[in-house]
């Protein structure tokens, strides 16, 4: 994993202070892995929510532990997929904070974003194994700004990734880490680029509409060229595209959602409501797809996807009731 040395590393690099509120562990043992986080919904209205109280987040063994002070914005806050650790960004100040399951918090020495009129439209994303924080901002074409990448261990800032848009465009970091995968929407079918983690651009290409439509859940294995994507619709289904072939690989159905389909009008395509979906590699074949469905009552499934065979296992199903606001880890 490469860090930036000198000036640009140390006057970003985030700080590590004393946790104010540690997390509950259980006597004699280890805190539980985090399940989600989440904000509390207040509003009566059953088609409308809107924040009430903190934030706060789940763990595995059924706890509850509170996460004060998260400033109260949509993807604020997001949560590593193996939940050992999270990332905020703190209401007082707009700084990142990065805080682990034994309470440990590193938190950035200026603001996460620099221009406090855009922080309400500022998304976080966390790697699978929580060693990589990105920070990215705005509508496209509105953002003077790169999207930051930090290591969450050492608190150094890695890089800045040009071009990245919260509401057009989608980043996430490959199987192990050391790539950066961002989608663009500049043109019908989007741009597929990859970037090392300093922000350089080592790969850009134009997949096909299969590939460009769905890459807001594109996820890149550890190899640097398989992309998988989430094909939604009444039928979905996983896709995979080489980007160094640009032929899709292989598509495998996957079980529908459930959830109601309608024809988006600007992409001309099927497209399920009220549903998000993750996709992780979690080895060099095999993927871990979280999908959250539903308003107000979230339904989340998680699956386990062998790309190999095409084989999908259901893992774990749970509901989320009462929120407005979740970042899932999908455990």
């Not at 946790?19 to 562990?25: D, F, I, K, L």
């Not at 469905?293 to 095409?310: E, H, M, Q, S, W």
């Amino acid at each position: 994993m490469k860090i930036l040395c000198g000036a640009l590393a140390v006057l970003s690099a985030l700080v590590a202070v004393p946790g104010t509120a540690r997390a509950a562990a259980p006597a004699g043992g280890k805190s539980a892995p985090i399940r989600y986080a989440a904000a509390s919904d207040c509003a009566k209205d059953p088609y409308n929510a809107e924040w009430c109280g903190p934030w706060w987040y789940r763990t595995t063994d059924g706890r509850r532990h509170p996460l004060n002070g998260v400033a109260r914005w949509t993807e604020a806050v997001a949560v590593s997929g193996d939940g050992r650790r999270l990332a905020y960004i703190r209401a007082k100040d707009a700084r990142l904070v990065i805080r682990d399951l034994d309470g440990r918090t590193r938190v950035s020495r200026a603001k996460a974003w620099p221009s406090t009129t855009e922080l309400d439209v500022t998304r976080v994303t966390m790697s699978y194994d929580g060693s990589l924080v990105a920070v990215d901002c705005c509508w496209a074409g509105f953002t003077d700004h790169p999207a930051r990448v930090y290591d969450a261990a050492t608190g150094a800032l890695l890089g800045r990734v040009p071009g990245v848009s919260v509401h057009d465009d989608a980043l996430s970091f490959s199987g192990d880490g050391d790539q950066i995968l961002v989608r663009t929407d500049d043109d019908k079918s989007g741009t597929l680029s990859v970037h090392d983690l300093d922000g350089g651009r080592t790969a850009s290409v134009v997949p096909p509409r299969l590939i460009g439509d769905n890459a807001a859940t594109a996820a890149l294995n550890a190899d640097g060229h398989t992309v998988a994507v989430y094909v939604t619709g009444r039928k979905p289904r996983i896709a995979l595209y080489d980007l160094e072939t640009g032929l899709v690989t292989a598509t495998f159905p996957v079980p529908a959602s459930g959830q109601k389909v309608e024809r988006d009008p600007a992409d001309d395509r099927i497209t399920e409501v009220d549903m998000d979906v993750r996709l992780d590699w979690t080895g060099d074949s095999t993927l871990r797809m979280v999908r959250k469905v539903g308003f107000k009552l979230v339904r989340v499934k998680v699956y386990g996807i062998d790309v190999a065979t095409g084989s999908v296992r259901l893992e774990r199903a749970y509901a989320i009731a009462g929120t407005t606001e979740e970042a899932v880890s999908g455990l």
